[in-house]
């Protein structure tokens, strides 16, 4: 029945593919099948859905926002960490600087490039990379996590504009570690590879409060988990979060690598994959994709009795 | 058992009002009395709780947002409003220009006052104010609500940055009605004099789908409903909507007139006021019994259990 | 032997106009003959050069910016026009929002709207309109000025973002008069009808130290004439003021109505016409025509030996 | 008797220096001594005329940017560098970013940071420092003039808002050149160590429009000499470069040395040193001697009759 749902929704994406671009920022990103459509579907019982591309590895890119905002979170007190970040929607594009070039202001919140460099400057002390991917295999509950040096080398020789950012809030005094090893963290974090399956792992803790659904052991604390789920419904797609809230409801976040991760709270975890972006960096057969099935299951926040 | 908590939290924010300010912007909002704080809850079947200051009567203010763009929604089609204003979050104060003055911007949403002046356009060649009046007490369930014609002519009198607003709307083509009697509108509605009850009732409207939960008849289209939900979630409290949102996870909507409304989908409308305002412009006590019922009844969206 | 300069100057312009464009945001702008091309210099002896079409009239528009400064600076204290406007180029353009909504920001000077708007408003409890027509014809020794009133009437009826930037410095506390009389006197003066010149005449007036070069009397105080010619110099070009003063170095002063006032310091005041505009607003032909006298006559401040 | 005139003036100045700070925020320039104060003017016919502390070595700072402007114009085609960086005055802070971040800008103008940096990118390939070094003895006529390395390792070690600005840059595709050896340039640049004298020798060769006043050899062009003269007018003293030109009325150039750069045309080269800076960050006693001789010996550039 979900199965049936999955394979109308990705027939619906598909012809929305060719008008999307591959993000070519990174020369390595543009190497991707603009065509590939993919989704997974991770049921708390243990059930798994597929429908597509689901065997493609991507990078995560942005997704790791989340994933890295739950291990800081986890390391540090929470107050901690919101001195430095705050929890509100920009108004801005993702890697904005203007709004930071006045006294006193530091990033919106850690869903843009300037707070998840904030975020990555927490983690830098406590953890080395290696650690970091380890961490989130066990989020994600997939192991075939790796980093993609390629992308990686990609992102380092090109992010001129991250630099500028953490150089700036190094500045003023926002960041306190090392720009170049703390953009190292950043750019290995958004590099590393992921299957539609592996997103859906973590969509699916998220939904089960943080609690591994097999194992019963709980990976995050419940404030960490309502943190992570609200900022990612109103900040958890770029410039276009306000009306991807509105319209389709269903918390969510994207990477320019043309994951998603979504989820059904106390159901179920979702991952999609489609390279093929849309003008605000969000994969467009995934956004497709989540608006049927909002439609179709009623999965939208403020729909009364979901179907799944 | 519920007026219980209701008691409880009154009381757990009583000591918060010495903290905050009245509004001041207008000189007949400085009148109101600092220590006056109500809560009134109404359910689906009909039962009604309320705890303080339930009678007092206040300005309805910025939550009259969320009535107008329900009719506004409701007359127009909807691709006809959001053609003129967004719905995403500004990351702004609610009364900024300067993110107004590039080209082609129009207003980030509904809830800031650029877009609400929008609204207000969209409505004057419609309805007058007396027939806006009568569809409001509609949405409230409310016969007693009235224009209050002090704070009116207070407004209208000292509405310099509204004006500025209009004046820059109009001047890109955006606001294509004449700017005085939009204003003229604007002012009246915001003026309009409620109670906690009445900010319930509308709650209440909210909470079951836009269906009268007495009558049974439909108000508000499940579309209508489900944008202005959003929208309260992620704009709902002035610049400090993302951090309400992440902690106490209610939709709402607040006032400087010191009213805030809010609900339990599927449950319940809430009306709160209290006029003694935090420095981002919300009711400190309506926040602060919104909070303990949030943490108590275990109301926040992510919460998988509401006790409610 | 300056006839020629003027002739081969007009003659040298003259191909350019066709590469601008007649202000359009009035309607009343919108009818002048793109075509007309005037030159004006009035020597301090007496001796006057003309060239083109120096009788037609047009609409001072910002020029008239210089000479409510002079007003307002022989009618007040220096320090309490100074406290209310400053005296810095703005980088951004002459109608520009955005900078003014920040705390404490008070306009960047006079040459801009706002800082205008606040001129008129220091003007307007001690003149009268036609009070201020006199002053203006005895500072461009000039009797035929009159109001133009199709302008006015165009200007007011149209003028939506200086409203705007009104209402702004209303609600500042910067403007403290009444916003609509304040504009209507505003509007007023930008619709003087002068010609080529009149302008000329006022530029005389300032290359010759506040000093009637005919009747011997004062009229302006030496540093009120020091002010408005370095605010020429710095700011009277709109965006293109910098690259203005670097390639000509004239102190200069334009407005839409297609006029420009220029003069060479102690020597003779200049007045130009062309209502073909750049897309920065300043006459294209006025502006070729002082390029060419600047080189030939070397007319920049920095040339040590000009020849006029 | 201009001796006298320059005794005066240092007295007149000394009393204010209380008010001003030294530069703090590298640690090197923090170093020096408050109360210093000093003048030397050149003039063409090789008179020297010395008050106050003119053997006191003091890094250049900012004041380089007007010799590494002209060297940037003597080596490339005019066009060539006003495609990369603007001649308009910015109405913000010398190391501003936020006017950066938007589509299609490039710096307004090479007295700020963000110009400065890219003048260094057109230098770069061109010049080694040492080079550069021996260009700015011949254009200072002062062969001491020597790299102060701790000053330099200070600026390297602490530049975050450069870098900031310049990854900003090179991220837009405006700096073409490697970021960090451009830096280094830049901060070598700032670095070098001078005396009132050396920089009187650069305002008596531009007071002398180009020419060595001595071996008669034209060491800039014109037009590059009438173009650095201008910018020092409208944008030499940081955000209070209008207010400078409008009361005082002299080109300069100011750096948080405590330098200050100045000439009256066509006859001597003024330098000033006075670490103590004002809230802009230009050196008080030299505002102050500046504001003294130009009202006593009337250099305004609007004066008619300077008496020097």
Known sequence: MLQTYLDKALAYSKPFVGEGKLATYIPELAKANINHVGICVMKANGEVYEAGDCDQYFTIQSISKIMTLAIALQTYNYHEIFEKVKMEPSGNAFNSI???????????????????????????????????????????????????????????????????????????????????????????????????????????????????????????????????????????????????????????????????LSFVNGKAGIGLFGPALDEKGNSIAGVKILEYLSKELRLHIFDCDPLI
Do not use: W
Request: charged fraction near 20%; proline fraction near 3%; charge should be negative.
């Open 98 to 260: 203007a709004e930071l070039d006045s006294n006193g202001n530091i990033p919106f919140n850690p869903m843009i490039n300037s707070g998840a460099i904030i975020i990555s400057s927490f983690l830098k002390p406590r953890f080395t990379f290696e650690e970091l991917l380890e961490y989130m295999k066990v989020l994600c509950m997939d192991d075939s996590l790796t980093l993609n040096q390629a992308v990686f080398e990609s992102e380092r020789s090109t992010g001129f504009r991250n630099r500028s950012i953490a150089y700036l809030l190094k500045s003023k005094g926002i960041l306190t570690e090392d720009v170049e090893e703390t953009l190292e963290l950043y750019f290995k974090l958004c590099s590393i590879q992921v299957t539609a399956k592996s997103l859906a792992g973590f969509g699916l803790l998220l939904a089960n409060n943080g609690i591994h659904p097999f194992s019963g052991e709980r990976l995050m604390d419940e404030q960490v988990v309502k943190t992570i789920k609200t900022l990612m419904l109103t900040c958890g797609m770029y410039d276009g979060s306000g009306e991807f809230a509105v319209r389709i409801g269903m918390p969510a976040k994207s990477g320019v690598g043309g994951g998603l």
